[in-house]
């Protein structure tokens, strides 16, 4: 049945067409392909053994079998799938290409894809290929602000973009309206040499990856997998499938939405956070005079693309609030679920008030296919923690053609060397917990997930649902006390403090008060926050450190000092109650952790670790213990609630509450005492505060901590205390020239790159990565860790810089900002980056102190480049009393 779109939604819900053209059109194309395709490596027989099996045939497992047996040489690759090659969901797909995404990981998968399908397309291989140009619509002030910090991104990957009056964006695409669109909104990105946005045709892709090796994997159809079999060490060493069973090595996952019952079906049980959604593709008949050149239209506020399709149009997009769908509802993804044409209907109003003709073309069908989503809407790639051996490659929400690729490639790498080549710290699975995967959690979650695609990318960005899940015993007085929420690995910290909003009626869902920064300039928290980092520099406050990652190690003898001796770069055999920073280093001098170690007896540390790193660290550690290592891991973030006392009063303050001595003689900067603090027992305390400022962090068994709370809120009455937030704390270690795992440091940068070379003791005999830091020692390093002060630009009036700026010497892109935060004493804008120097042929070079200090660099803010100073060491925060005007100055 075909039909002309209407504009009166109750005529959906009276004429309900069906897809009977998918399987014909599909066939079609299998039929179509045949003729440029060997199908000698399609099998219907499972070998007895294999090196690697690789489950799913889609795009994705495609490109991980191509890139293992082509890149590396792998032999004995195995592909299964449980029906036919390219069957699953990927079939669903548009067939769009886009280099430049938010995160810039991402980015540079999709453009590892993008070069490999032009590699395919320029040796004669028919891929569809397209190169057509893309209009970005805009419709609101802040979505023309985020495509100028896009342009800003793409400019320093050499990506061609442009900006465009709506005037000019029609001069592209007669058939838009310009009705309720901003006077300079419309962005164009030009990709590779001609277009931005290129179209593959996709089953062809499929096959084309399985058919490019010399020597193809061994591909099975009609094969399911029943159980992945592990050993005692919890290693892959089996794949028990429909067909029987493969003795393998390596397993690979990459079953779109069968991933996450197929991660269930091992022992250990793999978590793998994936829930599926409805997915909506509407399909016209030939349209007349249809431009087969015309730009992909995306009209992000209006939540839907649309493209030309071989003379007809192909339209889609990611609604406001999407539709979960049960997992036991799908049987087969290969077949198409009922069209919902009132979930597509806020969609197709939007296409037809920006495309007015599309009213008169008439309509083919309303495709309708389950797509994976994850909690955070990025890619799930990487080593299982539960299993060695175990990777994982899914979760592609709906773009799994524009990621397939790439990651392909990087988890062939992974496989390979053992460890990823680049940073994909936002993709690892290891950045989820168990409670990522209860799926009454994902399906709440996934109500917002899909639309991120279309949203505005504000900073600081933050979830509706899945709230309220760790909460520390002393949330219930913060709130009192006004508390804002972030969330990170769903453990709810706040943000800041609203003093308006003690004692009132939350007015958010459920009850909550979510620190939502819906700005790209001066936030609405900014003078909060400035009240809270005085606090903390020139009286007493009080923050939340719950949710940072505390493990405990210990063993019967000296083993636990032998382990960390070999997994830490700093001398950890410290004296008993000693407190010492060290990095955990991969085999190429990479930060895979970054903590703080508390001996607490000869043979029992404390681990103080980033939020982030609570699955993350576990993995590292026990993967490098033998396998008759008498060493203990135990996760005791729960146990403890982390009170910091931070600020010039902290140490008088605590003394009331203890009969302790705190004197710098008696308890010194960087060790540990075991304290009475009120009626209470047994509080561990430390002498830091992880931001450079005075204080203590005290760690309190949780039956105590809503007794040391309030005695010292009670106590800190007259020292002026008050409630800090994240958002003060991140200040504070920016102006202080501190580095965070997960912001600043990730697995490609070294010690010597971000000045911690001091942290590094290289007179132990052995340790992860020692060889790789002795080399980059002698070399000198090619990028380095700077502070950048922002001069000339106005706080109250100009964007400010949110993280990922270009940074430019000469008008050459030389680096990015990682974080950035508005530094109260200096009284600037303070970025956080790595800088590097290449010469004119593209080489990089030595960077030196001098090359950092004696160079003006320049930010681009969405486009507005401001010049900077840079620093390679905190600048000086010097106090100065001066009565009621006390408060801290810079020098240098």
């Not at 032999?75 to 669903?92: F, P, Y």
Request: with cysteine.
């Amino acid at each position: 049945m075909h039909f002309k779109l209407p504009l009166n939604q109750n005529w959906f819900r009276r004429h309900w067409c069906t897809c009977r053209h998918f399987l014909t059109s599909l066939r079609l194309q299998h039929s179509v392909l045949q003729d440029n395709i060997t199908w000698d490596f399609i099998s219907h027989k499972i070998p007895t053994n294999a090196r690697v099996v690789i489950c799913g045939g889609g795009v994705v497992g495609c490109s991980v079998a191509y890139h293992l047996v082509n890149d590396f040489g792998w032999k004995d690759v195995v592909l299964i799938e449980q029906g036919r090659l390219g069957g699953g969901t990927t079939w669903q797909g548009a067939g769009l290409l886009g280099q430049i995404k938010h995160s810039p990981i991402e980015s540079r998968i999709c453009q590892y894809s993008i070069n490999l399908y032009k590699e395919f397309h320029q040796k004669g291989f028919n891929t569809g290929w397209k190169e057509c140009g893309s209009l970005l619509l805009a419709r609101k002030k802040d979505r023309m602000i985020e495509f100028r910090r896009l342009a800003a991104a793409a400019k320093m990957v050499d990506v061609e973009c442009e900006l465009l009056s709506p005037e000019a964006a029609q001069k592209h695409c007669p058939i838009i309206s310009t009705k309720n669109l901003e006077k300079i909104n419309l962005y164009r990105v030009l990709f590779g040499f001609l277009a931005m946005v290129l179209e593959i045709l996709l089953i062809s892709v499929i096959f084309l990856l399985a058919k490019r090796p010399k020597k193809a994997p061994t591909i099975v159809e009609g094969c399911s997998i029943q159980r992945v079999i592990t050993n005692e060490r919890h290693c892959v060493s089996g794949v028990e499938t429909n067909k029987g069973l493969i003795n393998c090595d390596y397993f690979v996952n990459s079953a779109g939405v069968w991933a996450r019952r197929i991660g269930e079906s091992c022992h250990p049980q793999v978590k793998i956070p994936l829930y599926p959604c409805e997915h909506h593709f509407l399909h016209t008949l030939p349209v007349k005079n249809l431009d087969p050149m015309m730009p992909v239209i995306r009209d992000y506020d209006g939540y839907f693309y649309i493209r030309e399709n071989n003379g007809r149009f192909l339209a889609g997009g990611f609604e406001p609030v999407s539709k979960p769908l049960d997992p036991n509802d799908i049987v087969d993804p290969s077949k198409p679920l009922p069209e919902d044409w009132d979930q597509f209907y806020v969609l197709l109003q939007e296409m037809l008030f920006r495309i007015p003709s599309l009213g008169d073309v008439e309509v083919d069908r309303l495709c309708n296919g389950a797509e994976s989503f994850t909690p955070d809407c990025k890619w799930i790639l990487g080593e299982a923690p539960e299993v060695k051996n175990y990777f994982i490659a899914s979760g592609m929400k709906s773009i799994g053609i524009e990621a397939a690729g790439g990651v392909g490639k990087v988890t062939a790498e992974w496989m390979h060397h053992g460890e990823p080549t680049i940073d994909v710290w936002d993709l690892d699975i290891r950045r989820f917990l168990g409670l990522h995967n209860n799926p009454l959690f994902l399906r709440d979650r996934m109500r917002e997930v899909p639309s991120l695609h279309y949203s505005l990318h504000y900073p600081f960005a933050e979830f509706n649902t899945g709230r309220c899940l760790r909460m520390s015993p002393i949330y219930p007085r913060l709130k009192a006390a006004g508390a804002v929420f972030n969330q990170t690995m769903a453990y709810e910290r706040p943000a800041y403090f609203d003093p308006n909003l003690k004692d009132e009626p939350d007015i958010q869902e459920g009850g909550r008060r979510i620190a939502f920064t819906e700005t790209f300039g001066k936030p609405p928290w900014f003078e909060k926050v400035q009240s809270e980092y005085h606090a903390c520099r020139e009286r007493v406050a009080i923050l939340d450190y719950s949710s940072f990652t505390k493990l405990e190690l210990w063993s019967p003898g000296r083993e636990v000092v032998e382990v960390l001796q070999y997994l830490c770069s700093n001398d950890v055999d410290i004296p008993v109650n000693s407190i010492i920073h060290t990095g955990m280093q991969n085999k190429l001098g990479g930060y895979e952790n970054d903590c703080s170690l508390i001996r607490l007896t000869e043979n029992h540390y404390m681990m103080i670790a980033p939020t982030n790193q609570q699955t993350r660290c576990q993995s590292w550690i026990k993967r490098n213990l033998a396998a008759d290592s008498t060493v203990s891991v135990t996760d005791v973030t729960s146990m403890y609630t982390a009170i910091c006392l931070m600020g010039p009063s902290s140490r008088n303050l605590l003394t009331e509450l203890t009969d302790s001595n705190l004197t710098p003689q008696e308890f010194p900067f960087f060790t540990h005492k075991q304290l009475n603090i009120g009626l209470a027992s047994g509080i561990r305390v430390m002498n830091l505060t992880h931001t450079g400022e005075l204080g203590y962090v005290l760690y309190i068994p949780n039956e105590y901590a809503l007794h040391v709370y309030d005695r010292l809120i009670e106590a800190g009455e007259k020292y002026g205390i008050r409630h800090a937030g994240l958002y003060a704390m991140r200040t504070l270690r920016i102006e202080k020239f501190y580095a965070f795992w997960g912001q600043d440091l990730d697995t490609t940068t070294t010690p010597l790159e971000c000045g911690r070379t001091f942290r590094v003791n290289f007179n132990k005999p052995n340790f992860i990565g020692k060889e790789a830091l002795l080399r980059q020692k002698s070399e000198g390093i090619k990028r380095c860790y700077v502070q950048l002060v922002v001069e000339d630009h106005d706080s109250d009036y100009d964007l400010w810089p949110w993280g990922q700026e270009p940074i430019y010497l000469d008008d050459k892109c030389v680096g990015m900002t990682t974080t950035t935060g508005y530094g109260f004493t200096l009284g600037k804008q303070v970025c956080l980056g790595f800088v590097t120097k290449v010469n004119d042929e593209g080489i990089a070079e030595t960077v030196t102190g001098d090359y950092v200090t004696k160079n003006t660099f320049e930010i681009d803010i969405a486009g507005t480049r401001y010049p900077a100073t840079a620093n390679v060491h905190s600048p000086k925060l010097t106090f100065i009393d001066y009565g009621d005007d006390a408060g801290y100055m810079a020098t240098r």
